[in-house]
């Protein structure tokens, strides 16, 4: 079955760490997301990629960096210098120029 | 910037009610429109997309407009089930924004069997 999985589904940070967050697709989509959910709002964008290799900064890109090594995966680093990384990760994929947009069952992020 | 008004925010009501819900822009622009549904601690499910060319869809008991010169959409629920209790988010993507696409805050359902 095509779809998107990402791991783990929940991760703790320790104060000071590095985490990295999963998302992989197999549905031959070319364009890739990360999104941020938080209690009672609506998704921000964090970072997207169209192609390998390259990839813009969203909404709220500050504190996290992203690779796109491959077609069929997105990683995304949510790193020490995030203030505030507690929430609700979800990831997303559409085809290039494609409308409609698939979506991973999510990571849940708490900051100890 | 695109602003995503999602009303009621929460609603709950018996089964077996009609449901109207709102999503509305504050750009007008948009090139088309997808509504959500969240269920606590999941992913986002795709109920029902609305393309550039299209006013409405429907699947089963939901029907979707969008009336792009108002930059407004309803999401109509008929004869609700207590299966239907979940979040139920809209995100349209803009005109001429590569793939970008702006997200209600949603909204909160609870049918009472």
């Known amino acids: 079955d095509g779809g998107i999985t990402q791991s783990p589904k929940y991760l703790f940070r320790k104060e000071g760490q590095n985490v990295t967050l999963s998302c992989e697709q197999n549905?031959?989509?070319?364009?890739m997301y990360w999104y941020r959910q938080d209690p009672g709002q609506g998704l921000r964008l964090i970072y997207y990629s169209q192609i390998v290799n390259d990839f813009q900064k969203g909404d709220i890109a500050e504190g996290y960096s992203v690779s796109r090594e491959k077609k069929e995966s997105f990683p995304l680093t949510v790193t020490s210098a995030q203030k505030n990384p507690t929430a609700f990760y979800l990831c997303a994929s559409t085809v290039t120029g494609g409308v409609e947009q698939f979506f991973g069952p999510g990571t849940r992020l708490t900051v100890l | 910037k695109q602003e995503v008004t999602q009303i009621p925010a929460a609603l709950s009501v018996p089964e077996g009610e009609n449901l109207v819900l709102n999503c509305s822009f504050t750009d007008s622009a948009i090139y088309n429109l997808q509504w959500f549904r969240q269920d606590p601690g999941k992913g986002l499910t795709s109920l029902l997309l609305i393309q550039s060319s299209q006013r409405e869809q429907t699947s089963g008991r939901l029907n979707a407009s969008l009336d792009k010169s108002s930059g407004r959409s309803t999401l109509y629920i008929a004869a609700s089930q207590p299966g239907d209790s979940a979040t139920y988010l809209c995100?349209?993507?803009?005109?001429?924004?590569?793939?970008?696409?702006?997200f209600g805050s949603g909204t909160k359902l609870n049918v009472k069997p």
């Open positions: 995100a349209g993507r803009g005109v001429g924004a590569f793939n970008k696409f702006y």
């Open positions: 549905l031959n989509h070319d364009a």
